[in-house]
């Protein structure tokens, strides 16, 4: 089931997800774990004003996505920047393809115009669904992150909603 965010029940789940990225990948940059009250706060700055949700199954959150800021001038107000994360155990099994379905609709809604996702790559999972929802790719940047000893490249990918 997917459903907005609650920030008291769900920042510890979210954080156990996030955590495991930041650990064990270089799909985000962060390099230190976040603690269940920092996400907490993170959400709660982000699902005052942007869809927030996540993907519940037997009362455990399995995924969650949200569209935030993309940059901080007016002109920028009605773009967005998405984000999604599924816990390590439920890759490749829809979950990721639902939530985005219902965020890229809630965000026509709201009427937002653009919405742009930052890829680390490579990325194939990411990019494979990122394109299947319309997305394309309209930037890459050579070397511009660096963890676990080595440059990554950056992708950036737009839909016009």
């Excluded at 709201?110 to 990325?123: C, E, Y």
């Amino acid at each position: 089931m997917i459903r907005s965010v609650r920030p008291a029940d769900d920042a510890g789940a979210i954080s156990e997800i996030y955590n495991h990225y930041i650990t064990e990948t270089a799909i985000t940059f962060e390099n230190d774990p976040i603690d269940a009250g920092l996400m907490r706060e993170r959400i709660e700055r982000i699902a005052v004003r942007f869809p927030y949700l996540v993907y519940e199954q037997g009362g455990k959150v399995l995924g969650y996505c949200y569209a935030a800021t993309w940059r901080s001038r007016t002109a920028y107000d009605r773009t967005v920047e998405t984000t999604i994360y599924l816990h390590k155990n439920w890759l490749n099994k829809g979950i990721g393809h639902r939530l985005y379905q219902d965020l890229v609709g809630r965000l026509r809604d709201a009427g937002f115009h653009a919405a742009v996702a930052s890829i680390t790559l490579p990325n194939t999972q990411s990019v494979a669904l990122h394109e299947k929802f319309g997305f394309r790719k309209v930037a890459h940047f050579t070397e511009v992150g660096y963890k676990f000893d080595k440059w990554l490249d950056v992708g950036f990918w737009e839909l016009i909603l």
